[in-house]
């Protein structure tokens, strides 16, 4: 087992919070939706969605499911800190024997910062993992999870997949993970509900249609200080991801590249709207110019929808083993939903890309 306090500097490191705090919200993110609970910032019409008649409200999920929630953090951080891993990287298999099997008997054993005011006491620990209703209602979180892992992957078996290929990538199976899971289902929002990213991305498109609209339309005439923002940013946006080098023997962009060119988009705007010069295209701006609110929605809604997968999967590569494939670690730990939001993000900002570079160059052929 390894070093408590070395253990819990690692993952305060990795995550910026302590491994209790983590492995809620990871945690968290598995209940969510296998309960079908509507937790988003902007929720949509009360009652039940069409069937999930049995989805819980705020109260319900409160009393009922974050207890579960608790349990399955407490068993990530035992089983994370017995096998010397981040709590995220605690592969999801492993965790029934800790939530109802083997290793339950010691979940209420040691301690664990949890980041609140009072500690929580070996006793306290008991009583969360006393409730047999609740061990139970935990392992179902975990079969159910396990069991649309295993479809997910038969039903993509067969599907063409564009990601550059690793000669070296065999048939290696590919670890589950807490951190892998919560990333896909986060991704592909619950059932009935469509994921959060997707409004985001509607807002971009909404806003880049009436930038074009406006262009094309004779209606907006874009002035000198938009061509000169829309010149330096059409660099920016028609430049191949390049960041993290991939291995020489393979070919970009990598998935994860892909990923990580968003957040460098949005801070990409933030420093040029920084500018006096093109101040008037940021939040301080004004609000009614179609480019600022075009390149504001994609940069600011978007891509910064990917910021918080982004920052998770470059602390991933840059722990990634130097013999392991790169196909095989983009296919752990870039599921299918994962990619499917980075298509989106990528294809409204080609769209806005396209719009850039002819507000630059009035009258050139692409």
Known sequence: MADGQDWEQRNRAAYGTVAWRRAVLTCGALVVWHTGYDNRTAPGPPGPRPGRPDAPDGARFTSRWMPVVALLALAACRAAREADVLVDDVELPALAGWVDGAHTGRLHQGPLETGEPRGRTAEGWLDLVGDENRRRRARD?????????????????????????DPRDGTDPVPLTIGDRARAVRASGIADLEPEWAGDVAFA???TDR????????????????????????????????????PETLPGPLWVQRVLRMPHITSTVLTLTDLPEFAMFGPKGDTGDPLGDAVGAVAHHAAHSLAKPAADLEQ?????????????????????????QILAVESVTQELSTLLFEIAHPGAER
Do not use: K
């Open 211 to 246: 930038l074009a609209a406006a262009l094309s339309g004779g209606l907006w005439r874009p002035g000198r200080p938009h061509r000169a923002f829309a010149g330096i940013l059409h660099g920016t946006l028609a430049a191949a991801p390049d960041y993290p080098s991939p």
């Open 141 to 165: 979180v975990l079969d159910a999870h396990i069991e649309s892992h295993i479809e997910s992957h038969i039903e993509a078996h067969d599907a063409h997949d564009a990601e550059p290929r």
């Open 205 to 207: 498109r909404a806003r």
């Open 316 to 340: 991933l590569w840059t722990a990634r083993p130097a013999d392991q494939p790169v196909s095989l670690w983009e296919r752990a730990h870039l599921p299918p939903p994962v990619r499917e």
